[in-house]
Nanobody, 130 residues
């Protein structure tokens, strides 16, 4: 069973950068789509970035395009979310997630659907001050 553990969150000022890591165990991360979600206080969880397993056409929600990049290191079995030019509205708990099975279609053009992702990390807090 896949287990995921996020790290790298913290507090930064607007315009700063962070790199979140998602370390996987119990499975080969490169075989699965990997998605990053976030949840701000009082708001619903939303998909931020998603990387499929079979090609490199990633999804990024409009508000983070040009600022966030998702990548993975197969040797380390780890995925990353590189976040630049952070804004206060990026504040929230960030989660990485993978589906329970391999396949396509998890990173659609309209964004990842949380209910299709069966494995989740515990989340890491990102706080961006103005």
């Amino acid at each position: 069973q896949m287990q995921l553990a996020e790290s790298g969150g913290g507090m930064v000022q607007a315009g700063g950068s962070l790199r979140l890591s998602c370390a996987a165990s119990g499975g080969t991360l490169s075989s699965y789509a990997v998605s990053w979600f976030r949840q701000a206080p009082g708001k619903e969880r939303e998909g931020v970035s998603c990387m499929p397993s079979t090609d490199w056409i990633t999804y990024n929600r409009d508000s983070v395009k040009g600022r966030f990049t998702v990548s993975r290191d197969e040797a380390k079995n780890t995925a990353y979310l590189h976040m630049n030019n952070l804004k206060p509205e990026d504040t929230g708990v960030y989660y990485c997630a993978t589906p329970s099975s391999v396949g396509r279609g998890y990173c659609s053009a309209t964004g990842p659907s949380a209910d299709r992702f069966g494995y989740w990390g515990q989340g890491t807090q990102v706080t961006v001050s103005a």
